[in-house]
């Protein structure tokens, strides 16, 4: 397929250094992954963003001579551009305008594959549309029908909203069974944990995904090469076994809209037991990459999963395989090349050391209204005995993991102190222990 042309459009606004290089570079591989060849580039520094067409007259009229030379219609600008100044700036050069928002949503939808990946993205796409249908129809608003009638211009601006509004209520609809899907999947594999590969986009997730399950994914030096979840088993040593999610990968500046939208797939890192964070480890900017990835699982509610840095590339940086150790003994960073295969043998020895931690026994009440907790300790195998308190309680005596204990508190919403946790009783007393139903 030829690649299409457009004009770059990159602006270092506010107190931004002067010239953002790797800015500037993500930005070029973004619009190349999308099937655009830079035709010309506009650069510079802005004080500020105007309101009317983002950058300031200067630059404009430079943008116009630059369409005109270069007889190009695509113009993409590096920032989240309003509905004004994307149509302004689009009525000035008489180029069509494409922002990041944009842009990411393009590349999104050429590689959405799976039915509910293109669902999410449809759903991002419709509600980036809605924020930009305000004054869409300015020029027909002041064509008023008289006393008490609405302009052509309303109408029509309601009759988009409403068409908009009625087609992501049915796309939520829809994902929103997915999720139901994926929560029942969820619990058919409480008994093996699940281990997310989450990373900044274009870190080698995938290459690690393959090298380490066998398993035949997209795997391609471009920004975004994996939209839709992989899950596959990992053998673990000893014999354990784990699930691992290969998930899509985050960039700087993502779209609220496809946060939003893949609330179902961003759900798998959320609710795994053990997150790896895959870093290019001879990346220059490789700090800015962790802070993004760590901001995006904040966003979405996945800060707390514990997590190990999985330092990849390292042939191309001349270093050796290890593992760095926490104060308290666990591996905290890992490092390896997935595409030389080193270091794969500590990588699952870390893993390991988290899903297969030392067991806690203690005591947990639970209400009468709690029998799908108590359903998914019994699936767990947690439950040592159970007993009916005078109050109409259930005191259950349980034994699992803190991992274990972590992921049922988030996933039923309940506080992980209601679980006392006591010295490992004796068998003797434990044999005698008498369970009531």
Not at 40 to 64: C, F, Q, T, W
Not at 375 to 400: D, I
Request: net charge positive; aromatic share 6%.
């Amino acid at each position: 397929m030829p690649l299409k042309e457009a004009i770059l459009v990159h602006m270092d606004v506010g107190r931004q250094p002067a010239f953002s290089e790797e800015r500037f570079q993500e930005f070029i591989d973004l619009a190349r992954s999308s099937g655009y060849a830079p035709k010309a580039y506009i650069l510079g520094r802005l004080k500020e963003a105007s309101p009317s067409h983002y950058l300031g007259s200067g630059k404009v009229a430079e943008l116009m001579q630059a369409v005109r030379d270069q007889r190009c219609g695509q113009v993409i600008v590096n920032h989240v551009l309003s509905s004004v100044q994307a149509r302004n700036l689009g009525e000035a050069t008489g180029a069509r305008i494409l922002d990041r928002t944009g842009l990411i949503l393009e590349i999104f939808s050429e590689r959405a594959r799976s039915y509910e990946g293109k669902l999410q993205v449809e759903l991002a796409r419709l509600r980036y549309a809605a924020s930009r249908l305000i004054r869409g129809w300015s020029h027909l608003e002041r064509q008023k029908g008289g006393i008490g009638l609405r302009g052509p211009g309303e109408t029509q601006l309601e009759t988009d909203r409403r068409l908009i509004a009625k087609r992501v209520s049915v796309l939520e609809n829809r994902l929103r069974d997915f999720e139901k899907h994926r929560a029942v999947e969820r619990r058919s594999r409480l008994n093996v944990p699940v281990v997310a590969l989450v990373g900044y986009t274009n870190v080698g997730k995938s290459s690690l995904f393959q090298a380490w399950t066998g398993a035949r994914v997209s795997v391609a030096d471009r920004l975004f090469a994996t939209l839709d979840p992989t899950w596959r088993q990992v053998r673990l040593p000893f014999g354990a076994t784990a699930v691992l999610v290969d998930t899509v990968g985050f960039i700087r500046d993502l779209p609220h809209e496809l946060v939003a939208a893949f609330q179902t797939t961003l759900a798998e890192t959320r609710s795994a037991d053990l997150i790896l964070h895959v870093i290019d480890a001879g990346a220059e900017n490789s700090c800015r990459q962790i802070k993004v990835v760590e901001e995006v699982l904040t966003t979405i509610g996945a800060q707390s999963v514990p997590r190990i840095e999985v330092m990849n590339k390292i042939d191309q940086i001349g270093a050796l395989a290890k593992i760095e150790r926490n104060p308290e003994g666990l591996p905290s960073r890992v490092w390896i090349s997935a595409r030389e295969r080193q270091g794969l043998d500590l990588l699952a020895e870390s893993v390991l050391s988290f899903v297969e931690l030392p067991a806690h026994w203690g005591y947990l009440e639970l209400e009468a209204g709690e029998g799908a907790l108590r359903s998914a300790l019994y699936r767990l195998g947690a439950v040592r005995s159970e007993q009916q308190n005078r109050s109409g309680t259930l005191e259950m005596l349980l034994c699992l993991t803190g991992v274990s204990w972590k992921r049922l508190a988030h996933r039923f919403q309940i506080p992980c102190d209601r679980f006392v946790e006591i010295p490992e009783p004796d068998r003797g007393t434990l044999a005698e222990t008498v369970v009531e139903f």
